[in-house]
């Protein structure tokens, strides 16, 4: 059996051959191209950071000695205004001093203190804390509390509770009540903890 096929079957057969061939390009060579070449310009950004962290290496290698010096120098500059850390005792009396010069600056009398020993803070620092009990006006309270902030070594107030001495319900008829104020403070410092050495 013979196919006769008419020019016009053929002309289709033909053009349905090249629709398929330009199909099978499209889809096997050009497209999986075109994705290639999206990928790599979405990489681009990336290999630019890259590109200027090998830079600013390459420019700080001989600047590595100075970098050490200039962070040991900020480091030390910042160890002084800890408390000295190495004998826990002398570092309570160095915080009471501290306390007692401010109190001192305002005319307080401190009534009662407690000193707790250096707890673990974490892996490098101590705390000592110093309990206060006293009644002062509210300028001697916030001058005292100002004095602490300023204090040339890093003291924090922990915990704080005022109360007036005198709960008033109404305004006093005659004479004057009391302007105190009692306060409980908890002032903590932290201490470097020893390094221990690994032998």
Request: charged fraction near 25%; proline fraction near 5%.
């Amino acid at each position: 059996m013979k196919f006769n096929i008419r020019e016009r079957d053929r002309r289709a057969i033909l053009l349905l051959g090249g629709a398929a061939i330009i199909y099978a390009a499209l889809s096997f060579g050009v497209f999986p191209a075109f994705d290639r070449l999206k990928e790599a310009s979405s990489r681009v950004s990336e290999k630019q950071d890259q590109l200027k962290k090998y830079r600013r290496a390459v420019i700080r290698k001989g600047n590595y000695t100075q970098l050490l010096e200039q962070a040991r120098k900020n480091m030390a500059e910042a160890e002084t205004r800890f408390i000295r850390g190495d004998n826990p005792t002398l570092a309570s009396v160095e915080l009471q001093s501290i306390v007692e010069q401010a109190a001192k600056k305002v005319g307080l009398d401190l009534n009662q203190r407690t000193v707790s020993p250096a707890r673990k803070k974490d892996d490098s620092f101590n705390e000592i804390t110093m309990t206060l009990a006293l009644e002062a006006t509210p300028s001697q309270i916030f001058g005292f509390l100002a004095e602490i902030r300023n204090a040339p070594k890093f003291v924090i107030i922990r915990n704080a509770q005022i109360a007036p001495t005198q709960v008033l319900t109404e305004a006093p008829k005659k004479g004057d009540f009391m302007k105190t104020i009692r306060a409980n403070l908890t002032i903590g410092a932290l201490i470097p903890a020893p390094v221990r050495k690994s032998g």
